[in-house]
């Protein structure tokens, strides 16, 4: 429905912009086809019924504009770095074209992947995501938690941005111990929601390759 395809591409508007964000900033960005998916059942339930598949629709469509949008961040930065000149309009056609040739590549892609091996390869996130739109179709799911940490995140943002009641960096210098030493550490929600979802394991070898990079290596 057209209904169903608007807030699809309102959703992954939304999920792409905090998708580069997060890529040009700490390399890695997290899936959102379960919170849109959730965000879908809800703002549908509030403007009367939906089916299974105007929601499947909805998350499918806003989980694209997110891939392409980490696709983007994650190789157009190396553009720029070689020298490569990139305006909007180029921009816009090679973040179009790799949409399009993702998924003209999974159409012959599907049937050996998902039919065939189905039994073998679970698609954790997927099989999640459909057990999500199910349980929305009997009644059973609520997005009180997305909208909940959408709200704690952004009173976090306005009370530092604007009302400056804390910086962006708190850092302490090690003084004559160690010269020119310091311990810096950044208060953001978007840091501390992306560690949650990749678990204290991923947390910990991102924590162990930054110490190596800056205290080894440079």
Not at 31 to 60: C, D, W
Not at 88 to 105: D, E, F, R, S
Not at 112 to 134: D, F, H, S
């Amino acid at each position: 429905t057209l209904r169903a395809l608007a807030l699809g591409s309102m959703l992954g508007i939304a999920c792409a912009a905090s998708s580069v964000y997060l890529g040009l900033k700490v390399g890695l960005t997290v899936s959102a086809s379960i919170p849109i998916a959730v965000l879908s059942i809800t703002l549908f339930r509030k403007l009367g019924h939906s089916s299974i598949h105007e929601n499947n629709i909805v998350q499918t469509t806003g989980s694209a504009g997110e891939s392409i949008a980490a696709g983007v961040a994650f190789t157009l930065p190396s553009l720029l770095l070689m020298g490569f000149e990139l305006e909007l309009l180029k921009t816009t056609l090679i973040a179009l074209l790799g949409g399009a040739l993702g998924v003209l590549m999974m159409v012959p892609l599907r049937r050996g992947l998902i039919v065939r091996e189905k039994e073998r390869l679970p698609y954790p996130e997927g099989t999640a995501c459909a057990q999500v739109l199910l349980a929305g179709e009997k009644g059973g799911i609520s997005a009180r938690t997305v909208f909940a940490g959408l709200g704690a995140g952004g009173a976090f943002a306005l009370l530092g941005g604007l009302g400056r009641f804390w910086g962006d960096v708190a850092s302490w210098s090690f003084g004559r111990a160690l010269p020119g030493g310091s311990f810096a550490i950044e208060p953001n929600p978007a840091l501390l929601g992306v560690g949650y979802v990749l678990g204290l394991r991923v947390a910990l070898v991102m924590l162990a390759g930054g110490v190596l990079s800056y205290c080894v290596l440079i």
